[in-house]
């Protein structure tokens, strides 16, 4: 139904920037919110940030919403995330993901479409 790709992950050195960029495709007026979570090896899944379509509404865990910043052009079925001031703990990959509804934007079940994830590594 849906299908996203993101892009812009690398290797950077802590306190760099980074985007993420993450595009829809297929039946994209379906989509409701998009958002980011991220994944360390042997950790759970964690929320990041999420966006209504609209642009009404941001969400942003604690640990990053000073230095990150989600955004969406919905002409381009596009998502970005804006990473600042990267620290070592931001190492993950990080997922990008959509629902159709509106749901418990923190929980990652209840995404209904998932990217294939861009590795963000950050070295000390």
């Known amino acids: 139904q849906v299908q996203l790709v993101e892009s812009g992950g690398g290797l950077v050195q802590a306190g760099d920037s980074l985007r993420l960029s993450c595009t829809a495709s297929g039946r994209t007026f379906s989509i409701y919110a998009m958002g980011w979570f991220r994944q360390a090896p042997g950790k759970e899944r964690d929320f990041v940030t999420a966006?209504?379509?609209?642009?009404?509404?941001?969400y942003y865990a604690d640990s990053v919403k000073d230095r990150f910043t989600i955004s969406r052009d919905n002409a381009k079925n596009t998502v970005y995330l804006q990473m600042n001031s990267l620290k070592p703990e931001d190492t993950a990959v990080y997922y990008c993901?959509?629902?159709?509804?509106?749901?418990?934007?923190?929980?990652?079940?209840?995404?209904?479409?998932w990217g294939q994830g861009t590795q963000v590594t950050v070295s000390s």
């Open positions: 993901a959509a629902t159709r509804r509106n749901t418990n934007y923190l929980v990652h079940n209840d995404y209904d479409y």
């Open positions: 966006i209504s379509w609209s642009g009404a509404r941001t």
